[in-house]
């Protein structure tokens, strides 16, 4: 991925494309209604992209293949779109297989083959291996899933910490993480890059207003509280900062959220330094508890009339 604003400065000559989210999730929708279709089992991963188990399909018809295959095909014919799959024993090796021949591929890693597909891997493709991770162990001589799977448990744990345990796994072609159908949410986003730097308080708090009604929205469709607001803030020269406050009591309400981003905004250079990208984020989620209902509205009409810009 790159910044819009580097594109623009290597590429003067774009065309930038407004994103169409509403009709990306609509499109998401269908998909998964196509998935249900083979099984329950379903846990997204984002809007495109989602794990099956489809065992139970498997055991009636044939093979998780078999399943693959129709999956591709039916979402091709209803939505006219191509889609990649990627067909093993576990949640590791799936991920790793549906990367393997995009945009429009279909790849097994069949369990005879699991360990010599995994010692020739290159380290950067192994799911869970960022950028960071990948450069340190390319420092400890790690390049390839052979090279990650000659280091014991200890030491692995010893440079990359619980995350040690995860690798010396995966490099034996070992995840039992079970396909869940109903993850707990742990956080809740929304963020936005401005067409060009500004540093206008006046284009940055109207933002902020409706990614606090973006949020607050989803969370009141959730039914969770947030005890914790997150701001994040990227500078024009691409510094990335976030400032956090956790509430003793929980927020849901947009005016709730709206009052904790001037104490937050106070900590950054927001409103000097020119900003190019800004976003809220909820986090600490729990389910709600309804308060009676002359506990809730007054505070919150006070709370949105004293508000200013900060």
């Not at 040690?164 to 039992?176: K, L, M, T, W």
């Not at 993480?177 to 730097?197: D, L, M």
């Not at 009052?259 to 409103?271: F, H, M």
């Not at 976003?279 to 729990?286: D, H, K, M, P």
Request: net charge positive; proline share 5%.
């Amino acid at each position: 991925a790159m910044p819009s604003s580097r594109a623009a400065r290597l590429c003067p000559d774009a065309i930038f494309l407004r994103p169409r989210f509403d009709a990306y999730r609509e499109v998401s929708r269908q998909i998964n209604n196509v998935f249900r279709q083979y099984t329950s089992l379903i846990e997204p991963l984002s809007l495109d992209e989602a794990f099956l188990d489809v065992t139970q399909y498997a055991a009636r018809h044939g093979s998780a293949t078999e399943a693959a295959m129709q999956i591709k095909s039916q979402i091709k014919q209803e939505l006219d779109l191509t889609a990649s799959a990627g067909v093993s024993y576990n949640k590791f090796l799936a991920k790793i297989a549906s990367d393997m021949e995009k945009p429009d591929g279909l790849y097994v890693i069949r369990p005879e083959a699991a360990e010599q597909f995994i010692e020739q891997l290159e380290i950067r493709k192994f799911f869970g291996v960022g950028r960071v991770t990948e450069q340190k162990m390319h420092a400890l001589g790690i390049y390839r899933g052979a090279d990650l799977k000659r280091l014991s448990k200890i030491q692995l744990q010893t440079h990359f910490g619980q995350s040690g345990g995860y690798y010396y796994n995966i490099a034996r072609g070992i995840d039992e993480r079970p396909v869940k159908a109903h993850r707990q949410r742990k956080s809740i986003g929304s963020e936005t890059t401005f067409a060009s730097n500004t540093r206008s308080k006046k284009q940055i708090w109207e933002t902020l207003r409706r990614l606090a009604m973006s949020v607050a929205t989803a969370l009141e469709k959730k039914k969770l509280v947030a005890r914790t607001v997150t701001l994040k803030v990227r500078y024009a020269d691409f510094k990335l900062i976030t400032r956090s406050k956790t509430r003793r009591q929980p927020a849901q309400s947009l005016a709730e959220i709206l009052l904790v981003l001037p104490e937050l905004l106070k900590k950054t250079e927001v409103g000097t330094r020119p900003i190019r990208l800004i976003g809220i984020t909820l986090a600490s989620l729990q389910p709600e508890t309804p308060l009676p209902e002359a506990q809730s509205l007054p505070g919150e009409v006070r709370e949105s009339r004293q508000l200013g810009l900060f």
